[in-house]
């Protein structure tokens, strides 16, 4: 029996991002699904807090969503980008006193 099911084109990182730049949620939900454990690893170094690493990546894949017209192919990877702004928060998030 042959597999009907429609098969799913996966978008490189760099056209998720111009989609997100033109407000497309469902982009940063996959880029989010690509590189959480990847950006959750980054923050768990920065932070040595779970939730703060929870949080970092939450705010920089926000950030990623809002200042996504900023991103420039070619400049960075879209990955690279990400981790940046992941060790960004998770620095900024970690000298927080609670």
Known sequence: MLDTAPVRRLLPDSELVARMAARDESALDELLARHERTAYA?????????????????????????????????????????????????????????
Do not use: K
Not at 70 to 82: C, H, K, N, Q, S
């Open 42 to 98: 980054v923050a768990i170094g920065c932070s040595r807090d779970p939730a703060r690493a929870e949080r970092a990546v939450s705010e920089a894949f926000l950030d990623a969503f809002w200042q996504a017209e900023r991103y420039v192919p070619g400049e960075i990877t879209v990955l690279a980008w990400i981790m940046s702004l992941t060790r960004r928060r998770a620095e900024s998030i970690a000298t927080i006193r609670t």
